[in-house]
């Protein structure tokens, strides 16, 4: 194995990364590597700090998805404390987290990925960006903004701010919901159904566009973890995990998450600041590899029966009809994430006339009455978890998070590869190439601040590296 | 003389505006009569002046040594001016040091949005920190002490005003906390340096927590920008004790015996 090209920076995805692709002895790309370069520490720094903070610091990690690090913060200091939070708090934090989901999708599918989906992959990546499809399709564009908008508000809503808010704590929330704040988000909600029913029209429509694309990009059986009602409904932030293989079969149901260790190992590399989880059970010959399950929004409506809501359920019975029982192909991610939005809305809309949402207790108070305590959530992108340990006062003495990109690091790596396989033809890396690779990461919204608990901008290196390890081409980007 | 009888007055001239100053008062009770803003950070309304922070500091007579409004009594034709230049240059410098010294990372810290170090950055237009941070962002320097069973004390986020020093000795009559060592070794103690929680001395009431400027001091579970101090409690009880408004003066001297339960 040699050869390593460099995709350095890989823009418009949350973080900073490279890619390296290794070659044989016959210049075909043998295997690849996506390493995420930064690092920070969040793990380490959370110790000795009080149970309290948590939430909120570790939301930090991320300005994309901080409500996926206060909920499942929360839900660990919940844990710890003994006690659940009051009915109301509860369905308060199912709203952020549906929010979230909304927003966060709406970036990923507009902001980030729409540019290569409706303009081209091959379209000059000057104009290749959320401007140049503002002037090419401002239509859409305003859709995407007017969605992430909603998500926001309804974020904004239960934690006093948009990005960064406060108001989700260990044992509940800070404030009751007002009927005026609840009347504001019914207002927008119309509006907001009606762009989603479009978006899930729009994205369908571009299966056929890019039907060679769902077949390189990550079409390949894998076990696929998420949350998951008994009954099989979609989840996204309470209950048991289910785990399906590659058919549809289920591996494990109804598993507590705060058992994942029994069933996740986290591999460290020494190229990467990823830990990468894996499922234990799966691991042949030593191998974290072969360990490889995937989670998000693919996972998500597979391992899911259905979603339980009209409009939803149409649209996922129209991609099932079309690529079966279970979507393979990450290129489907995109799919997967325009019919979560329409189904989050759709559950929105119940969680608004549910009178419990306005109840003014939201607010458990307990001192801890655990050492330990596991809090898992369905962030964005996938299962999310975060694990803390606690002394006799309160003050936290270890923390392990789980982090969704992570765990697609296995399957990332196999998607790079495959692409590499396809396009790389020779030792030198063209645009089309990096253009392909990094849509196929970005198929996968992977979030590497989250994922390293990183910081920073994402910029992308490819290297292309010969057997002998040396460095055959390199591109940087960014 | 009976202290509830007016005091003789002596002119002074504070920023350009002359006024009259009840003799013996300091320099910052007339600034705050008169409507001139200094900033101040140990001291308290109801304690006793301490003149530790220096953030008050204030130019007499135009000589080149300031002097605290705190702790410095006005004179008859006393010239003070409160806001120039090189005053406003020292008191960000103190500002900078104090958040050199210690972990005040705003946005993590439970004080966020009602920290009087973050009020004073902010007035003082303290937009920089010129010096090494002695303090690796998040590291603690001091674990957190939180084996109260209300209360959680974080020594990286304490200033060492000492005004819970003050006001448990002062105003509660515990004296749980002191300061020990020097310098930039100085730390808030209970006791003889035992956790907080196997201080027999304390009382619980809270006052410390209450009165503290920073993150340092707070109720046990708040979380990140909710803690909310009331330091305006020590002026009420200093008032109320002094105006003797809890006695049944009805009843004639105010002994303890007569107090209303």
Known sequence: ?478 | MSPREPRPTVPVTIDGQEVMAVEDETILSLARRVGVDIPTLCYLEGLSVYGGCRLCVVEVNGDARLKLACATPVWADMEVRTDTWDLREHRRRIIELLFAEGSHICATCVSNGACELQDLAATNRVDHIHYDLGFAPNLPLEPVDASHPRYVLDRDRCVRCSRCVRVCAEVEGAAVWEIAERGGNSRLVAEMDVPWGEASSCTSCGKCVLVCPTGALSFKGSAIGEMRHDPEVVAFLARAREEEEWLDRSAGSGSASEVRS
């Open chain 1, 1 to 478: 194995m040699h050869d390593i090209h460099v995709i350095d920076p890989v823009t418009r995805i949350e973080g900073h990364a490279k890619i390296t692709l290794h070659l044989d002895d016959q210049g075909e790309v043998a295997d690849a590597r996506f390493h995420v370069t930064e690092f920070r520490g969040f793990e380490e720094f959370c110790r000795g700090r009080p149970l309290a903070e948590m939430p909120a610091l570790t939301a930090r990690t991320c300005g994309i998805c901080p409500v996926s690090h206060l909920l499942a913060s929360a839900k660990a200091g919940d844990a710890i404390l003994g006690v659940p939070a009051p009915p109301a708090a509860q369905r308060q934090r199912r709203l952020a987290n549906l929010g979230q989901i909304v927003q966060s999708h709406a970036l990923s599918f507009f902001h980030l990925s729409a540019p290569d989906l409706l303009l081209g992959m091959d379209a000059d990546p000057a104009t290749r960006d959320v401007f140049g499809l503002m002037q090419a399709e401002p239509e859409i564009v305003r859709r995407g903004i007017g969605l992430r908008r909603y998500g926001q508000e309804v974020i904004e809503a239960v934690t006093g701010r948009r990005i960064h808010g406060h108001g989700i704590v260990v044992g509940g929330v800070t404030d009751p919901l007002t009927s005026d704040q609840r009347d504001g988000l019914r207002a927008g909600l119309d509006e907001a159904l009606a762009a989603a029913e479009a978006t899930v029209e729009l994205s369908f429509g571009l299966l056929d566009r890019f039907a060679a694309e769902v077949e390189i990009f990550g079409r390949f059986p894998s076990l696929y973890l998420a949350h998951c009602a008994p009954d099989g409904t979609w989840e996204h932030h309470d209950g048991t995990l289910r785990v399906i293989d590659g058919d549809g079969a289920i591996v494990v149901d109804q598993f507590d998450p705060a058992a994942y260790r029994d069933v996740l190992g986290e591999a460290a590399s020494p190229d990467s600041y990823l830990k990468v989880p894996y499922w234990k059970e799966a691991v042949s010959d030593g191998d974290p590899a072969t360990g490889m399950y995937r989670v998000g929004p693919l996972a998500r409506i597979n391992v899911a029966e259905r979603f339980g809501t009209p409009l939803a359920d149409a649209g996922l019975a129209a991609l099932r009809d079309r690529v079966g029982r279970i979507a393979s192909s990450s290129f489907l991610y995109h799919h997967a994430r325009v019919l979560e939005v329409l189904a989050s809305l759709e559950h929105i809309a119940m969680l608004l006339d549910d009178p419990v949402l306005l109840d003014e207790h939201v607010r458990a108070h307990a001192a801890p009455n655990r050492r330990r305590g596991v809090g898992a959530s369905e962030a964005p992108r996938g299962t999310l978890f975060h694990d803390y340990e606690v002394d006799a006062h309160g003050v936290v003495t270890a923390v392990n998070l789980v982090i969704a990109t992570g765990q697609n690091e296995l399957a990332m790596n196999r998607t790079i590869r495959d692409i590499a396989r396809a396009y790389v033809t020779g030792p030198e890396l063209t645009d089309g190439i990096l253009n392909r690779i990094e849509a196929g990461i970005r198929a996968y919204d992977p979030c590497l601040s989250c994922s390293t608990h990183a910081l920073g901008q994402m910029p992308m290196v490819v290297g292309l590296i010969d057997p002998r390890g040396e460095t055959v081409d390199e591109r940087h980007r960014g």
